[in-house]
């Protein structure tokens, strides 16, 4: 009598297809040895109430929606109020030679292994920082770029000893096997711009 109960409680389950019945037919096998192993009889009915009771919880609660935690609203508000303007005002300038200057220094201090080149990775730290902006300035200055910060002398002796070793003392980069610092748009910053571009049409 009871294994009916069982058996069918747990088919129906299945049947329904709800959250549950996966829950159910694996109970089911368990089930069935209880019942062959004719213990007594209340033993189905507990584990039937057991399916039951599992059953119905996780039909109406498991999956009930979550609310949000108080860093999803946050996100959430951080990205209705911003959008993408950020990207929008980096884009604004990207093209400045402020901008120049401030991804060389970032080069100098932090490296760089974004570019792919025959002649590697670069470090970060070649130059002393405090020294890094003046050789910016020096970079900048190979193809014409202007720096805006006067910048002593010696800026062409740090470049050179430190720098033209590898990207040449013209900056071209030894035949491309440096990136070439010359170019009117560095690569970094083409790539930064590209990626800039393509969050624009995500938002
Ligand atoms: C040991 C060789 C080496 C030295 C020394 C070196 N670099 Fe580099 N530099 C590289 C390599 C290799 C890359 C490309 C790294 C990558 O894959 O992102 C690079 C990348 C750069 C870039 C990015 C270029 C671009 O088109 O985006 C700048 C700017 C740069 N270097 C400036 C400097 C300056 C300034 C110095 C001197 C303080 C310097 N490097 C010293 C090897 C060097």
Sequence with gaps: MFSIWVHLISLVFYLLKLKAHQFATKSYGLIL?????????????????IVLLYAVYNAKFRDAPKTDTPTNIHYKEHIKTHKTTHYEDELSHINTDAYTKDYIIKVINHGSNILDFKGGVMEGGFANPSDAEKI????????????????????????????????????????????????????????????????????
Aim: hydrophobic share 35%.
């Design 33 to 49: 040895i209880i019942i062959t192993l004719d213990m007594q009889k209340i033993i189905p009915l507990i584990v039937t109430m």
């Design 136 to 203: 910016a300035c020096y970079t900048m200055e190979l193809s014409g770029k202007k720096c805006r910060t006067p910048y002593p002398k010696d800026a062409a002796m740090f470049y050179t000893s430190i720098c033209g070793g590898c990207h040449g003392n013209d900056g071209k980069g030894l035949g491309g096997t440096y990136p070439d610092l010359t170019r009117p748009k560095m690569l970094g910053i083409e790539m930064r711009e590209n990626f800039l571009k393509s969050m624009q049409k995500h938002r």
